[in-house]
C-alpha cells in the first residue's frame, strides 16, 4: 500500500494513543470506552508506523506533502 501519512499526521497519531494509553493506566478511562479507544489507540501506532491509513485511500486523502504528477 501507498505511504499517505505526513510527518505532522503521524505524530498527531501517536500523541493521541499515548494519551488515551495514559488515561487507561491511570484508571481514568474504564469499561468500554477504554476498549474501544485502546483498540483505537492501537490502531493509530500501527498506521503511523506502517505510514499508511487505509481509510484515506478511498477518499485519495494524501498528508504527505507530495505532489502527485
Same mark, same amino acid.
Given at each position: 500500500?501507498?505511504?499517505?501519512? *505526513?510527518?505532522?499526521?503521524?505524530? !498527531?497519531?501517536? /500523541? &493521541?494513543? %499515548?494519551?488515551? @494509553? $495514559?488515561? +487507561?493506566? =491511570? *484508571?481514568?478511562?474504564?469499561?468500554? !470506552?477504554?476498549? /474501544? &479507544?485502546? %483498540?483505537?489507540? @492501537? $490502531?493509530? +501506532?500501527? =498506521?503511523?508506523v506502517?505510514?499508511?491509513?487505509?481509510?484515506y485511500?478511498?477518499?485519495?486523502?494524501?498528508?504527505?506533502?507530495?505532489?502527485?504528477?
Open positions: 500500500m501507498p505511504k499517505n501519512m *505526513g510527518l505532522i499526521d503521524k505524530i !498527531a497519531r501517536i /500523541v &493521541l494513543a %499515548i494519551v488515551v @494509553a $495514559v488515561l +487507561i493506566f =491511570t *484508571g481514568s478511562l474504564t469499561g468500554v !470506552a477504554a476498549v /474501544v &479507544l485502546g %483498540i483505537l489507540a @492501537a $490502531v493509530f +501506532i500501527l =498506521t503511523s506502517v505510514g499508511t491509513c487505509p481509510l485511500l478511498p477518499f485519495k486523502i494524501d498528508t504527505t506533502g507530495k505532489k502527485k504528477a
